[in-house]
């Protein structure tokens, strides 16, 4: 893994304005920045990001197994009681999964670590699947990348052959986000462009003007009924919206089904090191409850695993909430002192984890954070966000990559 500096496409913003990426400049700073690239082998790319994290989603899918078994821990994920029901009754259906982006951290050296999984509603979709292919294409044809370089990008070839999967031909599929954030507008954009590309009737609705008819079926702004829907749209909020209580009477399927609800949350963390403790790809990680008064130095933990960790977590943990976005709320504590914290403190109300601190390695002052894109149950391409904080928040940038040797 190194940092390339290569030079811009001369037109690279004309296009992308062109292409409807509207957000390639955000709060004033670059979002898309293609003046440095990100260059893998490609074995690293296939033995320690893309095999790892395939074999990772498959263990946070033993882990909402474990979760549905266990009603103390289906407690702690915060999932409302009420829907407990609608949760497990999804995955004992076998009701299929469409995507997810793995946050990992990786520095060339060592395995590739799990930060976190957005396995519900992840955005960055578009840059990732298309933008970033387009560099790829106009660099080689410009002389800036070689010929034979490649890029670990199969993510819109796996969505179409996915939603072929999940849905019959000429299917009509909903696709909702609020009408207002550009950056989730182009992410059901390109998710519908790969249902068209399937065979599938594609439809975009924003989220507020979704209603329910006289009938209790849920109903687009133009009154048309929804069978499917496609939702940028956490559980977690969405099972404590009003709505909820006719998810299971409306005869409304939902992508991503309800048990994703438990993959995306990071309470799933402390489930999957319960499940593979010493896994080379995750960080020790407990609910903080279980050991906020051993990391204090006030008792002994009721976590059990804890002791094998104790050194590691004193040297360094973060603490987040199980539910969160870009970062917020997240504090970093080093030899018992807190070190840095989000800004952001809007979902410091929720139960915590805490996780081993994994430092991430720095590139010309950015640290990067590698997303692995998951379809269906294989990891089949990957982007890369850089932040010069340590926490990685709404100011990252997304660096191309690219795969040579």
């Not at 660099?139 to 819109?156: E, K």
């Not at 919206?241 to 309470?267: C, Q, Y």
């Not at 489930?271 to 006030?298: C, E, K, S, T």
């Not at 966000?385 to 709404?394: G, L, V, Y």
Request: charged letters at 25%; aromatic letters at 10%; hydrophobic letters at 40%.
């Amino acid at each position: 893994m190194e940092k390339r500096v290569l030079p811009e496409r001369p037109d690279w913003r004309a296009e992308a304005e062109d292409l409807g990426f509207t957000f390639a400049d955000m709060h004033g700073e670059p979002y898309w920045d293609e003046s440095s690239a990100y260059e893998f082998t490609l074995s690293e790319i296939e033995d320690r990001i893309e095999d790892p994290a395939t074999e990772l989603h498959a263990l946070a899918r033993e882990a909402v197994d474990r979760v549905l078994s266990d009603e103390s821990l289906m407690e702690r994920m915060g999932i409302p009681r009420a829907h407990w029901d609608l949760v497990a009754d999804s995955w004992r259906a076998g009701e299929p999964e469409l995507y997810g982006r793995m946050d990992l951290a990786y520095d060339g050296q060592g395995p590739a670590v799990l930060l976190e999984y957005n396995a519900d509603t992840p955005t960055s979709l578009y840059e990732s699947a298309s933008f970033q292919w387009l560099w790829l294409e106009q660099q080689i044809a410009a002389g800036v990348l070689r010929s034979g370089d490649d890029q670990f990008n199969g993510i819109h070839e796996a969505l179409v052959e996915r939603w072929r999967e999940m849905a019959p031909p000429d299917t009509d599929i909903h696709f909702a986000a609020m009408k207002d954030l550009p950056e989730d507008y182009a992410t059901v954009e390109a998710m519908a462009w790969a249902a068209r590309e399937a065979g599938l009737g594609a439809h975009y609705t924003d989220l507020e003007s979704i209603g329910l008819t006289t009938e209790g079926q849920f109903a687009d702004g133009e009154d048309r009924v929804i069978g499917t829907l496609f939702k940028l749209y956490p559980w977690e909020d969405l099972l404590r919206d009003e709505f909820s209580a006719h998810l299971r009477t409306s005869g409304l399927r939902m992508i991503e089904p309800a048990w994703k609800a438990l993959v995306s949350n990071k309470a799933i963390l402390p489930v999957m090191w319960q499940i593979a403790p010493d896994h080379p790809n995750l960080l020790p990680a407990f609910f903080l409850d279980d050991v906020a008064d051993a990391l204090a130095g006030r008792g002994a933990a009721k976590a059990a695993g804890f002791d094998a960790a104790a050194t590691r977590m004193a040297q360094g943990h973060v603490i987040k909430p199980i539910f969160s976005r870009e970062g917020a709320s997240v504090r970093i504590v080093e030899g018992g002192r807190e070190t840095e914290a989000a800004p952001d403190r809007s979902y410091d109300d929720q139960p915590m984890i805490v996780q081993a601190y994994q430092a991430l390695p720095i590139f010309d002052g950015f640290r990067p954070i590698i997303g692995a894109w998951i379809v269906g149950e294989t990891c089949v391409g990957m982007g890369v966000r850089e932040d010069r904080a340590r926490i990685t928040q709404d100011l990252s940038r997304f660096k191309p990559h690219f795969i040579r040797g």
